[in-house]
């Protein structure tokens, strides 16, 4: 099958190389021509682990173009994927400027039938919103043609984009024509061949299907970082709460880590812009609000430790933190909503000195502050330790896991970490002379220590 996809980041790219492995023809389209020009020299503009060789593979075999060109893009595909950013509006509604203009591009290039798919993360009514402005285009423009408008959202995650893509839980389309139901089955089939995965509804309820999944994830996160919170102040350890309701398989052990807050380009502005929809139509979202504001005050958790530890926050000046993981999760190079950022802010504004390490996402952390005399990025995590006061985690990646904690105490000094992520066994680490902060287990450890 011949698909375009209008946006070519995280999402709209990998969607790209993943239908172009499995064998349909696909053009990627962009405004960005920095993005395109680098996509075909071979070069992947993001961190993502296997996207690489598929989109080098199929680029090679002529199965994947990236173009600049809209008006190129939308003669390609009968399929018009619209992937681009929904970022959060100044009241943290979905900003839909960058598609309604894709839906206003396809209106004024399409000759022939259409089904424009909507993958971008949207509020409930988009998709009308949509087909009126295709719909007013083509009245102007005189010309009678076919379309339909589809809802698609995407569940795949940062760091595990193309095994999502490839092995999706579930395909969520939302659509009451069974002429696109009958293309969107074409066009999945060899991702459905183990079993059928693909889940038909109405267009507004698959739009509201995305913003569920992101907030019930939310939810579970910042349900678990109160618990934390309370376990730190009636001197319980979280990790072993943790064990004991994952256990439960009602609760089930996914997505219940207590730590220093979520972040990324999904949950933080999905849940605002769910409770900004709540509010459109008179319904006070309590619980979300709660999950949004939990988040935000766990976000600055590492850094009341500091506080803490430290005697007051004009203790920290002149202080140097070594910092390991700056991106918001592992696997990925994104920095949007990084709980590592919230951190070194709050530590530059008192006065501290941060030397990060993170194996991907420092080039993205130069891009955001540029040179300045209270940041170094350095090329190893041991060479984050030399000469820092304390270590900071923000990021749980694999390489932090296992770290030879003798090395360590001699680059720092003080044997002191402030974990933000819960990796290391605070007993262990007690009796081995190091003070050690996690998140929810602090009280109990500290009077071992
Ligand atoms: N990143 C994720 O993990 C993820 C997961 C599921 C859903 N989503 C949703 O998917 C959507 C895209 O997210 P993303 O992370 O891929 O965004 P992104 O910012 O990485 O990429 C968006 C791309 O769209 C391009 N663009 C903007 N206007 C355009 C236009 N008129 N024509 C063509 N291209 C245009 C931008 O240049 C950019 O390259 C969002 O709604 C997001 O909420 C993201």
Not at 32 to 41: E, G, H, V, W, Y
Not at 149 to 164: I, M, Q, T
Request: proline share 5%.
């Amino acid at each position: 099958m011949k698909v375009t996809i209008f946006g070519t980041g995280y999402v709209g790219l990998v969607t790209g190389a993943c239908l172009a492995e499995v064998g349909h023809e696909v053009t990627c389209v962009d405004v960005d021509p920095r993005k395109i020009a680098r996509l075909n020299d071979g070069v992947i503009p993001i961190y993502e682990p296997g996207l690489e060789p598929i989109v080098r593979e199929n680029h090679a075999q002529g199965r994947l173009h990236f173009t600049t060109d809209a008006a190129e893009g939308v003669a390609f595909g009968e399929l018009q994927f619209i992937a681009v950013g929904t970022p959060p509006d100044e009241d943290g509604s979905a900003d839909l400027q960058y598609v309604r203009a894709v839906a206003a591009t396809i209106a004024e290039h399409m000759d022939g039938p259409k089904i424009i798919i909507d993958k971008s993360t949207v509020p409930v009514g988009t998709g009308d919103q949509v087909r009126q402005v295709v719909a007013d285009i083509l009245a102007k423009r005189g010309v009678e043609l076919d379309f339909d408008v589809v809802s698609n959202p995407e569940f795949l995650k940062e760091g595990a984009a193309v095994n999502d893509f490839m092995k999706p839980d579930r395909i969520i389309v939302g659509t009451s024509d069974p002429h696109s139901e009958a293309v969107m089955r074409e066009l999945y089939a060899p991702f459905n061949r183990n079993h059928d995965r693909m889940v038909v509804m109405d267009l507004r309820s698959a739009e509201l299907t995305k913003y569920a999944a992101n907030a019930m994830l939310a939810t579970k996160i910042s349900f678990m970082n109160e618990l934390a919170n309370l376990a730190e102040r009636l001197g319980a350890d979280i990790e072993n709460v943790r064990l004991g309701i994952g256990s439960d398989p009602r609760i089930g052990y996914h997505f219940i880590y207590p730590g220093c807050g979520y972040g990324g380009s999904c949950f933080p502005k999905d849940v605002q812009a769910l409770v900004r929809i709540a509010h459109a139509v008179d319904h006070e979202p309590l619980l979300l609000d709660a999950v949004e504001a939990v988040n935000r005050r766990q976000k600055s958790r590492l850094f009341e430790l500091l506080v803490e530890h430290y005697g007051g926050r004009e203790q920290l000046a002149g202080k140097t933190f070594a910092l390991w993981g700056l991106a918001f999760k592992p696997n990925t190079d994104d920095m949007r909503e990084a709980s590592s950022r919230v951190l070194m802010e709050s530590l530059w504004d008192a006065g501290a000195r941060v030397q990060a390490f993170d194996p991907e996402a420092m080039e993205e952390t130069q891009r955001l502050y540029g040179q300045r005399d209270d940041l170094s990025l350095v090329g190893t995590r041991d060479a984050a330790l030399k000469g820092a006061d304390a270590l900071i985690i923000c990021t749980e990646w694999k390489a932090f896991r296992a770290p030879d904690f003798d090395l360590m105490r001699e680059s720092l000094a003080e044997p002191t970490i402030f974990d933000g992520r819960n990796l290391y066994d605070p007993y262990r680490l007690a009796e081995e002379g190091w003070t050690y902060y996690g998140i929810g287990r602090g009280k109990s450890v500290r009077r071992i220590a």
